[in-house]
């Protein structure tokens, strides 16, 4: 690379750490220790669009613990849907909706809701929350359900 190259000034760039956009020059990588959560950039970019739709869990086998869903980011959003479907057919699930302002500390809105099996769930969110994900488990260990989930936001 040239001298010219490299005291030219490089676009900004955003980069997704701890659940907030910070602005970077391109070519920087963001500290290896930062979690992404990679749906901040993209509900950023809807701002104003209305709605923002993300699928959350995909045909997701569940355990007997309770795992995550990707993050969504609500904070551009004055009304969150959650939609989470059985679609195996033959084994009841649970699940918990959690929150949060800070990453670091999540807030359990519902917990252990059952869904049977080939049923559906949903629940609606209108407080400030920055984020929202939801956890699923096997309602009977050693049975597990498949599942998809869906998150939505909605602007007023």
Known sequence: MSKEEEEAPRPIEPIISKGAISYVRRGSE??????????????????GTGYKTKKVFDNFL???????SLIFDMRFFS???IHIKEIGGTKAIKYKV?????????????????V????????????AWNWVKIQV???V????????????????
């Open 62 to 68: 569940t355990s007997d613990n309770y795992e995550d």
């Open 141 to 156: 260990s050693g049975q597990a359900g498949k599942i998809n989930a869906f998150i939505e936001g909605k602007t007023p």
């Open 79 to 81: 009304k969150v849907l």
């Open 98 to 114: 959690l929150a949060c302002l800070d990453p670091s500390i999540w807030e359990a809105l519902k917990s252990d809701v059952v």
């Open 116 to 127: 049977s099996a080939s049923g559906s769930a949903v629940e609606t969110l209108s407080d």
């Open 137 to 139: 488990a096997s309602n």
């Open 30 to 47: 963001p500290p290896p220790s930062m979690p992404s959560y990679a749906d901040t950039h993209e509900a950023w970019k809807s701002k």
